[in-house]
């Protein structure tokens, strides 16, 4: 039975290169088990590097890149039926992972962390396809494999499990894309996470083979809200996390899991349950502001529809912010209207141009119900490496029939303490400096 998890989960940065090593070797080494570490992808104490050679921008539109299928993935989503079955959407790029260790004694993995997933899975010994780092059951006491008999088993997608027999609950999933996909066993061990407790029975797929690039490395822990996800397991009810800069050093930040420790003066705003996707976070966005000025929204835009699943969700693994094609360009054609500069593209960002006296630049204001969001410069410009080009760090969605999605993507949220209180069905936002 899982422990209720009662503290939150920090890593702490320096900015001092000099400390570099220490500070990474502390993380590693650390004997009172109080963190559960929170890393971006490409941090310097992560142990997934970007390509040589790379700089700062390329790394993150590199990034941004990917985001396209990710959102279209979320959004080709089938309606749910009366199988109780997790939705299991899975991401197509991981962008901040969480140090956490599996098994008996725990073996340290490095697994993405991700609100727009129901799954937990991690690469297992003999996996083809798989990176080197991997869990190995054979040296966890505590290891078991669930048969196709179990109920867990009847809430996997891409089930695969003869009729007749119990045999080991097998299943397969595609991952992003149609060229990657993995197969796996539905197991069950006990996954350590510091201080704040330990889940002795948590289920999660043990990958055997993988196709395909986009299969996070060393597993997957989802934060979405289906029944086999960490805070479904974990009957937490309550999370938050504070994501750092990527421009900061290290990368780190926090997550707290559980009500203890988490902000008491907070603003919030409702969290929406869409049947259509049942597993991601939405919030009713109103409007949005460029300066002073409300930017006109046609009919149906900001729309929370049921049917269609259309509505605006909060994603922590989508890179730049998304939104509907007419209403991004509305905001655009605002911001570059007061922003009043020669306009240039970079990568998939169309708006840009010479940075000087930022501090004029129209503040982008993001408004829900309850709640409105001022989003400050560092989360609405993103600069070349030069830092002589600053772009409008947001996006349209791919046109296609599934654009019906508006996404708050990681970079808006970058610095921000993001409260998600299932229990009362809230989402709550307060600025935080975590890096």
């Known amino acids: 039975m899982a422990l209720p998890i009662t503290a939150f989960l920090f890593i702490s940065f320096l900015l001092s290169a000099t400390h570099a090593f220490e500070s990474c070797k502390t993380l590693e080494s650390s004997s009172d088990d109080l963190e559960l570490s929170v890393l971006h992808m490409y941090g310097k104490c992560s142990p997934f590097s970007p390509p040589k050679h790379e700089s700062w921008l390329d790394t993150v539109l590199n990034m941004a890149e990917k985001d396209p299928n990710r959102v279209n993935y979320l959004l080709a989503q089938k309606t749910v039926t009366a199988a109780p079955i997790a939705s299991g959407?899975?991401?197509?790029?991981?962008?901040?992972?969480?140090?956490?260790?599996?098994?008996?004694?725990?073996?340290?993995?490095?697994?993405?962390?991700?609100?727009?997933?129901?799954?937990?899975?991690?690469?297992?010994?003999?996996?083809?396809?798989?990176?080197?780092?991997?869990?190995?059951?054979?040296?966890?006491?505590?290891?078991?494999?669930?048969?196709?008999?179990?109920?867990?088993?009847?809430?996997?997608?891409?089930?695969?499990?003869p009729a007749a027999e119990s045999s080991p609950c097998q299943f397969n999933q595609t991952y992003g894309s149609v060229d990657s996909s993995f197969s796996a066993t539905l197991s069950q061990d006990s996954l350590n996470l510091g201080g704040v407790g330990v889940l002795s029975n948590l289920s999660f797929g043990c990958i055997n083979s993988v196709s395909g690039h986009s299969v996070p490395p060393q597993g997957l822990l989802g934060l979405g809200r289906g029944s086999m996800s960490l805070i479904s397991q974990s009957q937490s009810g309550v999370f938050s996390y504070c994501l750092p800069s990527f421009k900061s050093y290290y990368f780190s930040g926090s997550l707290k899991l559980g009500p203890s420790g988490q902000p008491k003066n907070i603003r919030t705003t409702p969290l929406l349950r869409n049947p259509r996707k049942p597993s991601l976070y939405y919030v009713n966005?109103?409007?949005?502001?460029?300066?002073?000025?409300?930017?006109?929204?046609?009919?149906?835009?900001?729309?929370?529809?049921?049917?269609?699943?259309?509505?605006?969700?909060?994603?922590?693994?989508?890179?730049?912010?998304?939104?509907?094609?007419?209403?991004?360009?509305?905001?655009?054609?605002?911001?570059?209207?007061?922003?009043?500069?020669?306009?240039?593209?970079?990568?998939?960002?169309?708006?840009?141009?010479?940075?000087?006296?930022?501090?004029?630049?129209?503040?982008?204001?993001?408004?829900?119900?309850?709640?409105?969001?001022?989003?400050?410069?560092?989360?609405?410009?993103?600069?070349?490496?030069?830092?002589?080009l600053a772009c409008l760090a947001m996006a349209a969605a791919s046109s296609n029939a599934y654009s019906v999605l508006n996404v708050i993507a990681n970079l808006q949220q970058q610095n921000f303490r993001i409260l998600f209180d299932l229990t009362n069905s809230r989402l709550g936002i307060s600025r935080e400096i975590c890096n």
């Open 89 to 161: 959407q899975v991401l197509n790029i991981g962008n901040y992972i969480v140090r956490a260790k599996l098994g008996t004694p725990g073996q340290l993995m490095y697994m993405v962390m991700d609100t727009s997933n129901d799954a937990v899975w991690v690469p297992c010994s003999g996996c083809t396809g798989c990176s080197s780092t991997v869990f190995n059951p054979s040296l966890s006491t505590s290891f078991g494999s669930l048969d196709c008999k179990t109920t867990q088993c009847t809430q996997v997608r891409g089930l695969s499990c």
């Open 285 to 388: 966005l109103t409007g949005i502001s460029v300066g002073k000025v409300l930017v006109p929204v046609a009919p149906g835009l900001l729309d929370f529809d049921t049917t269609t699943g259309a509505g605006t969700i909060i994603d922590s693994g989508t890179v730049i912010t998304r939104f509907k094609a007419p209403l991004y360009t509305a905001l655009r054609d605002e911001f570059r209207k007061q922003v009043g500069k020669d306009i240039s593209s970079l990568g998939a960002f169309d708006t840009c141009f010479l940075a000087t006296n930022e501090d004029q630049f129209p503040v982008i204001t993001l408004h829900f119900t309850g709640m409105d969001l001022k989003l400050p410069t560092e989360n609405t410009l993103i600069h070349s490496s030069s830092g002589s």
